[in-house]
């Protein structure tokens, strides 16, 4: 599944879903690296 995190303040990064930690953050894999960092909220549709 396609996920997309947030790394800092200003940078997001979208990729496949690897794992969730016990903090809450989850992993996302693209291409060879494996990035950690809070899920990005879904909007909700109107």
């Known amino acids: ?3 997309t995190i947030s ?3 200003c940078v997001s990064i979208q990729g496949l879903l ?3 930690m016990a903090d809450g ?3 996302v894999k693209v291409d ?3 990035f ?3 899920p990005v909220i879904r909007a ?3």
Do not use: D, H, P
């Open 1 to 3: 599944m396609l996920r």
């Open 25 to 27: 953050k989850i992993m």
């Open 32 to 34: 060879e690296k494996t």
């Open 18 to 20: 690897v794992g969730q």
């Open 36 to 38: 950690v960092g809070y």
């Open 7 to 9: 790394v800092g303040s």
């Open 44 to 46: 909700k549709a109107s």
